[in-house]
């Protein structure tokens, strides 16, 4: 070999190399620009097109999409021709004091007035309320010595207990701590400024327990109500036991939500949650509702539309799919809320439904068949649920939603992030338990303060709580 031959070989040699470093910067581009493309997706994530929730927003998120808006050129304010609100009056046999107002003179010639009714006359109300003063009952206990030398020590009477703090008053702690959000230093703030009550932080623990024991039997009752309830609503948010995270768990009927803290999300929680009675289960598509019969669940349309369009903003092609998915999915909220509103019958909507249904299978087809990594993947996993995604179109009694076990949610989640959470077992009873009774209580528009008084009232006495169910003729059914 002569020494062109060897040099064309090294240079021969050299090119190869040179082209395999080449393919491999060529293949660690692809990946780089693959991975900036899937941090831009998740930086342009938000509560609007995806499921974080809006607690999770950047700032000026929704200012920008507000601004993405055209602006209305409606003023400020009210409207001409709205009909404007005022307070309502309180019943008249809920007035505890009549004041006549009479005129003595006449305003035209100033002669005196007789004294007589209008038969119609104006009214205004007052509310006011009495400067709040402790009522303080003292109980002397007496030890009496018998004629044979036996001291014999008075009792309490029935329902007093060694609490320093009446039924009214303990409850009332609790619910500003729990159902308010209030922190204990300042309910013990409160209770002094606004009461006349002086307080220790602990005192306000020892009041939180009295009120989490005198509940409980109804708050067990109300989830077996929840459990054999004909449609129910499951959702979780994360909750904070000691620096641990753990799940905030809602299971909601139309009357009656039953809340539960526990260590884990998984299954098994699920299945222990929804109890044998399972009925309709409205969810999202967590893998923890995976093993629930399809036919027998609905899946969160709220959820579905922002994840298509998260796929609408996409770069890659997977955004036709994605527009033509939220105009679909709006469209057909926009029948649902005429249903709903009471303005197209069930069977109307239920015809409109079919090309709809149609055509938002043959878009998710599509979308399972490109190879668009974050598209494919997800239009498979809805597919895997087709089965659960139109039971509100033939069920009058299930929604299209599980808006209704978020908007539960949203109390406990206020919770977590002002207090941190719970830092022992029975700060967990204590913020399940009020969250049940104050969100039932609320949905069947009965007096929460009252409500927990007798609880503690009973729990004196030894007796049963009152019941947090609604009444026998209550509906548990969602309204259409």
């Known amino acids: 070999m002569n020494a062109d031959d060897d040099r064309l070989a090294r240079l021969e040699q050299q090119v190869a190399a040179l082209l395999a470093v080449v393919a491999e910067r060529d293949a660690e581009i692809v990946r780089l620009r693959a991975r900036i493309a899937e941090l831009e997706r998740r930086l342009g994530e938000n509560s609007s097109n995806s499921n974080r929730p809006p607690s999770t927003d950047p700032p000026g998120a929704n200012r920008e999409r507000r601004g993405s808006r055209q602006k209305s050129k409606r003023r400020r304010g009210g409207q001409p021709g709205h009909q404007g609100r005022r307070r309502e009056l309180v019943p008249v046999e809920q007035v505890d004091e009549v004041v006549d107002c009479r005129p003595d003179r006449c305003d035209g010639c100033a002669r005196k007035l007789p004294t007589v009714d209008d038969p119609e006359p104006g009214v205004h109300q007052v509310t006011e309320v009495p400067q709040p003063t402790p009522h303080v009952t003292e109980y002397r206990i007496h030890q009496v010595t018998c004629a044979c030398g036996t001291r014999t020590r008075g009792s309490l009477p029935e329902g007093v207990t060694d609490s320093a703090f009446g039924p009214n008053l303990t409850s009332m702690i609790a619910l500003l701590a729990g159902a308010y959000r209030v922190s204990r230093r300042n309910v013990a703030a409160i209770a002094a400024d606004l009461l006349g009550v002086s307080i220790s932080l602990g005192a306000v623990s020892t009041c939180e327990a009295r009120v989490s024991a005198a509940v409980a039997v109804p708050v067990d009752e109300a989830l077996t109500h929840v459990q054999r309830a004909p449609v129910k609503h499951i959702d979780a948010t994360s909750w904070r036991h000691g620096g641990a995270m753990c799940c905030l768990w809602v299971v909601a009927s139309t009357l009656v939500s039953a809340f539960r ?38 899946v969160c349309w709220a959820h579905l539309l922002r994840k298509f369009a998260g796929f609408s903003e996409r770069t890659d092609g997977g955004e036709v799919i994605g527009r ?30 079919v090309p709809i249904r149609d055509s938002i299978e043959r878009l998710l087809e599509r979308g399972r068949r490109s190879r668009h990594r974050g598209l494919s993947g997800s239009c498979d ?67 929460v303060l009252s409500f927990l008084s007798t609880a503690v009232t009973q729990a004196r006495l030894g007796r049963q709580a009152p019941s947090l169910l609604p009444d026998a003729g209550a509906s548990c059914r969602l309204a259409a």
Do not use: C
């Not at 803290?261 to 995976?290: K, N, P, Q, W, Y």
């Open 324 to 353: 033509q998915l939220v105009g679909f999915t709006s469209l057909m909220f926009s029948y649902w809320h005429q249903v709903r509103d009471g303005t197209m019958t069930r069977a109307e909507f239920r015809r409109l439904m």
């Open 381 to 447: 996993d809805i597919l895997d649920h087709l089965d659960a995604l139109w039971t509100f179109v033939d069920r009058t009694d299930v929604p299209p939603t599980n808006n209704h076990a978020e908007q539960q949610l949203r109390g406990g989640v206020i919770w977590r992030k002002t207090s941190g959470g719970s830092q022992s077992e029975r700060g967990e009873r204590f913020a399940e338990r009020l969250l049940t009774v104050v969100h039932t209580l609320r949905k069947q528009r009965r007096h």
């Open 261 to 298: 803290i526990t260590a884990r999300g998984t299954a098994d929680t699920v299945r222990e949650l929804l109890g044998r009675h399972r009925g309709i289960v409205v969810s999202d598509r967590a893998t923890a509702f995976g093993w629930l019969d399809a036919t027998r669940r609905q």
